[in-house]
């Protein structure tokens, strides 16, 4: 079937396991840019008038409506003091917190300049995705270690936020992947602070903040980072590729995953939030002791009956 808005054109059958992974054995990808077939229009490249965005490795990106935007990444450091010097031998690259905004309506660039105790850290290998015009920001890696915070920015205000979430979040993580299906934003995969990788898929609720992880099927994928995830039209959630065995001492990943496996997202159901159970409270009584609602009231006597009161 045609998946019109990637630029490829996917065959796939359709077998799917509720909440969990089914390995795809017969797909045929084709690349769509290539051909006129598979109701692809060709649509040439266009520059946009302005061109204001740092040089970025591993930055995220989102699509609202009209506008694309990208956070954080990580990049050659910009010293404005220093002008670039082309015999310079090495670059000091840094992480970033920039945030940028492509408008496809005006073709232009907008750098925002957010300065807000919300803001997340400088951080590269998150992941960000887009719900009702929100970009959600969840782990990566800054100078320090890898991150397990969650932060939303709202596109049209341009403001930041901190998500109120309930429940049990993944584990600090870079390099995982994230798709938002409706309400629902899945993260799955990433690498831990130990540079072990995982192949859990972890779901949060949007709309109540509650995480959870779906029951797992028959298939389970290995674990990975950098997969790619991609929602077919059928609400069916594609995975593929990603890395895994990192090497230290290379400083990247021995094997890389080549399999393709779907998940169908329509048994995910939303997260009802337990209501906080309220804690008892203290009232003065009328004799100036005080008393706990809610607490059964123990009779207490001034002496037992076997006590005997000895005077000298």
Not at 30 to 42: F, M, N, R
Not at 121 to 146: L, P
Not at 196 to 218: I, K
């Amino acid at each position: 079937r045609s998946c019109p808005f990637s630029g490829i054109c996917v065959k796939y059958p359709n077998i799917v396991t509720p909440a969990g992974f089914t390995v795809e054995t017969s797909k045929e990808v084709q690349l769509a840019s290539d051909s006129s077939e598979g109701g692809v229009a060709k649509r040439p490249w266009i520059l946009p008038k302005n061109r204001n965005v740092l040089p970025l490795l591993i930055f995220k990106a989102v699509v609202s409506t009209q506008s694309t935007g990208i956070f954080g990444g990580f990049g050659p450091a910009q010293d404005e003091d220093d002008e670039e010097e082309e015999e310079e031998e090495a670059c000091n690259f840094t992480w970033f917190k920039d945030v940028f905004i492509f408008d496809t309506g005006t073709n232009a660039w907008e750098a925002l300049d957010i300065e807000s105790v919300s803001a997340p850290v400088a951080r590269a290998a998150h992941s960000a995705t887009c719900y009702q015009g929100k970009m959600i920001v969840f782990g990566g890696k800054d100078s320090k270690a890898r991150n397990q915070d969650l932060h939303v920015l709202d596109m049209a205000k341009k403001e930041w936020k901190r998500f109120e979430d309930a429940g049990s979040r993944p584990a600090p993580t870079s390099f995982h992947t994230a798709v938002q299906y409706k309400q629902f934003m899945l993260v799955y995969g990433g690498r831990f602070n130990d540079n072990t990788h995982s192949n859990q898929l972890n779901v949060l609720d949007c709309e109540s903040g509650g995480w959870y992880s779906p029951v797992e099927g028959t298939v389970v994928p290995p674990a990975r980072g950098q997969a790619t995830l991609t929602l077919l039209p059928n609400d069916t959630l594609l995975m593929f590729g990603g890395s895994d065995k990192f090497d230290p001492l290379q400083q990247c990943c021995q094997v890389f995953h080549k399999q393709a496996y779907t998940m169908d997202c329509t048994p995910l159901q939303p997260v009802e939030i337990p209501e906080p159970v309220p804690e008892p409270m203290a009232e003065e009584s009328k004799g100036g002791e005080t008393e706990i609602q809610g607490v059964p009231e123990i009779p207490i006597s001034s002496q037992s009956e076997n006590s005997q009161i000895s005077e000298d």
